[in-house]
């Protein structure tokens, strides 16, 4: 069956730097959209960064964009997230997702890491 298993999560100090990781198995990965997102305690989910099955696009969440980078290897079917200048409000439990092409929602989802920013 599909797995997505997040990893890289913890503390960090306001100012710092996390690299978040997502293995995939399961899946034929390279056919995948694969985003991330994020949800903060009392909070609804909300999207924070994705990126197109080849790696040649990516999209990001404005309170994010210039901080945080997406990127893919398709080879190690693997997503990251590379998040510099944390700040409190990034505090949250991180999900990859897969989406499969021509689809709106997303297929299959990680079952998170926290990320907790103290300032």
């Known amino acids: 069956q599909v797995q997505l298993v997040e990893s890289g999560g913890g503390p960090v100090q306001a100012g710092g730097s996390l690299r978040l990781s997502c293995a995939a198995s399961?899946?034929?990965?390279?056919?995948?959209?694969m985003g991330w997102f994020r949800q903060a305690p009392g909070k609804e989910r909300e999207f924070v960064a994705r990126?197109?099955?080849?790696?040649?696009?990516?999209y990001y969440a404005y309170s994010v964009k210039g901080r945080f980078t997406i990127s893919r290897d398709n080879a190690k079917n693997m997503v990251y997230l590379q998040m510099n200048s944390l700040k409190a409000e990034d505090t949250a439990v991180y999900y990859c997702?897969?989406?499969?092409?021509?689809?709106?929602?997303?297929?299959?989802w990680g079952q998170g890491t926290q990320v907790t920013v103290s300032s």
């Open positions: 997702a897969a989406r499969s092409l021509g689809r709106q929602v997303y297929d299959y």
């Open positions: 399961g899946l034929t990965f390279s056919e995948y959209m």
């Open positions: 990126i197109r099955r080849s790696g040649d696009s990516t």
